[in-house]
């Protein structure tokens, strides 16, 4: 599989930005939850993980959407360069997430990238259903992602999903996956 910058799009959350990590940060500062562990995230609803109350797992996530806390969201180990490279070869690079709103996280990924808005696409569908028909009228033919019923749905569709491996998408599957950027690096094809 030898991928053409211009044929990959990108999830953000899980994929690009170490937005769990965030998560358990939140958790803890704010509300004092010290014994979430990352690896013991095994389901992607959050809200049905059993060591959180489901009140507190939403209000997070909503101060995550909104941007409404103080901690750090990082991007995770080694997207930056890899996506910086993409971004030299092809402007603009297309990010789809699920998200509500891209207002916040457009400015990160600009700020994360040393890009301004106009080399970056951002749709935010609000729905996890509607990845796909972004990416076909986009021309896109791989996706990153870490949801895996995402990963299915786009397989159906004719957009072949490269799983990022996570502890919540340990499930059997037949499909493409990533354990780091490095990875994804070496199956890009640069001209
Ligand atoms: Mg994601």
Excluded at 13 to 42: P, Q
Excluded at 146 to 151: E, F, I, N, S
Aim: charged share 25%; proline share 5%.
């Amino acid at each position: 599989m030898m991928i053409r910058p211009f044929e990959l799009a990108f999830d953000i959350d899980g994929v690009f930005a170490d937005t769990m990590t965030l998560f358990i940060d939140i958790a803890e500062k704010i509300y004092g939850l010290s014994n979430i562990r990352y690896e013991d995230i095994t389901e992607y609803e959050i809200e049905s993980f059993s060591g959180i109350d489901k009140m507190i797992s939403t209000e997070i996530i909503r101060r995550i959407l909104d941007g409404d806390h103080t901690s750090i969201l990082a991007p995770l180990d080694g997207a930056t360069p890899v996506l910086k490279r993409l971004n030299q070869h092809h402007r603009p690079t297309l990010f789809v997430t699920a998200r509500p709103s891209a207002d916040q996280i457009v400015g990160w990924i600009c700020d994360m990238l040393s890009v301004e808005p106009a080399d970056i696409a951002v749709v935010a569908t609000g729905s996890f259903d509607d990845k796909a028909e972004v990416l076909i009228e986009s021309d896109i033919r791989y996706f990153v992602e870490d949801r895996l019923d995402t990963c299915f749905q786009l397989n159906s569709a004719g957009v072949t999903p490269i799983v990022f491996r996570q502890p919540w998408n340990r499930k059997p599957h037949p499909f493409r996956e990533i354990g780091n950027w490095q990875e994804l690096e070496s199956m890009i094809l640069f001209e």
